[in-house]
């Protein structure tokens, strides 16, 4: 094919044709899915696999809430009154036990984990016993 002195030849472009393999499991896939059976499928997502089947379904239907131990109102309470006493600031006490103001802030709004060492601290200072769990 000549167009204006050029010469141009047909350049064809097509898809490389999938091979027998991936065709096979393709189509045994949507076999499968046709006759009702359980497919499990896996695929990767930047390095991390992810599996969709029984075992996925066990794992969607786990009811088990998972979260961290706050610190109880009676705690609060406790320390709160014990601060008080004491005719304390949140910060005073911060500084009295090494730690910072927040740490007393999350501690009397039971916003904090509990943790022994602060707890301990806060007894001596406070002189009062601290427990993570008063009522156990």
């Known amino acids: 094919m000549n167009l204006n002195g050029q010469d141009w030849s047909e350049v064809v ?3 490389k044709p ?17 006759a009702g059976e359980a497919v499990e499928t896996t695929r990767k997502q930047s390095g991390v696999t992810t599996t969709s089947g029984k ?3 066990k794992i969607d239907a786990e009811t088990e809430d ?6 109880s109102t009676e705690l609060k309470k406790q320390i709160i009154q014990a601060r008080t006493a004491k005719k304390l600031t949140q910060s005073q006490l911060g500084q009295l036990i090494n730690e910072k103001p927040q740490i007393i802030q999350d501690y009397e709004s039971g916003k904090a984990i509990p943790n ?12 009062v016993v601290l427990k993570k769990n008063p009522g156990k």
């Open 55 to 57: 075992a996925a379904h």
């Open 116 to 127: 022994p060492q602060v707890l301990s601290k806060l007894s001596r200072v406070l002189g």
């Open 66 to 71: 998972f979260h961290h131990e706050r610190v």
């Open 13 to 15: 472009l097509r898809k």
């Open 18 to 34: 999938q091979s027998s393999a991936a065709r096979k499991d393709e189509a045994a896939v949507n076999a499968a899915r046709r």
